[in-house]
């Protein structure tokens, strides 16, 4: 049996590792290769501390796609791509051009199962969305392709969407004092994901420490890994799961706690 491979397709260059590096880290260590595919070099981003800043402004881009290199290499992730569509205009950007880069990544990495952002976006960021709208297409699309050649395996057989729980949302504000007021500003507003709507809930406390050790590798994100740690801080569970909603094959299915249980040799026999 082939091996079993995971694959996500999200925004910035820190979504992977602040977002879901608990789950990548976890599925890397079992053996199973994850590649990740970020859409942007995230250049809006901040630059390091505002009072000292690590890059210029027109090097900002550079250099976050070299620390996800770097926070894919800390988590064991088999490969990082790392397009050139906007940071802050994906949803803007050509969206079969977007896709059709997709389907290309799919065709190389052959994932058997897909995480990309959820419908909020995580909490209403506008590149969030899109990602997650351009990746599901993208699967779409790939299955289409596959249809067409008779014999030829589909890769993505399960897709999760990344959500903030219902729970871990409300703790936010210990990290960012300012998130309620942020999320007001912002043309769609964080669902509240309690547990009965999720497809899974994974616990990740055992891959908490490599998880912080990858973030720190995002060295511009200064402000973001101190609200992170702030948070830890106050609550030791602050960062204890990770929750997705399944785009397919079942939405409505039992929640899980493994991505992979319904693919790996113990299930199909």
Known sequence: ??????????AHPDDETFGVGGTLIRYASEGIAVHSLCLTRGEQGAAG???????SRELVGPA???ELEEAGRRMGLASVTVLGYPDGALATAPADAVARDIV???????????????????YGHPDHIAAGERALRAIELARADVNREIGAPFAVRRCY???????ALDKMPLAYPEFEAYVRTLAVRPERWTRDRLGAQLDVRPFLERKVHAMRAHRTQARDIAAWERGLQLD???FRDEAFIRAFP?????LETDLFAALRPSAAS
């Open 161 to 167: 969407r990344f959500v903030i729980a219902a729970d």
């Open 1 to 10: 049996m082939a091996p079993l491979v995971l694959g996500t397709i999200l």
């Open 250 to 254: 079942d939405p409505s299915g039992p």
């Open 64 to 66: 976050r796609a070299a």
């Open 104 to 122: 290309a990544w799919i065709r190389r990495t052959r994932p058997d199962v897909v995480i990309t952002w959820g419908p909020d976006g995580g």
């Open 236 to 238: 030791p569970d602050f």
């Open 49 to 55: 501390d505002p009072d000292a800043p690590l890059v």
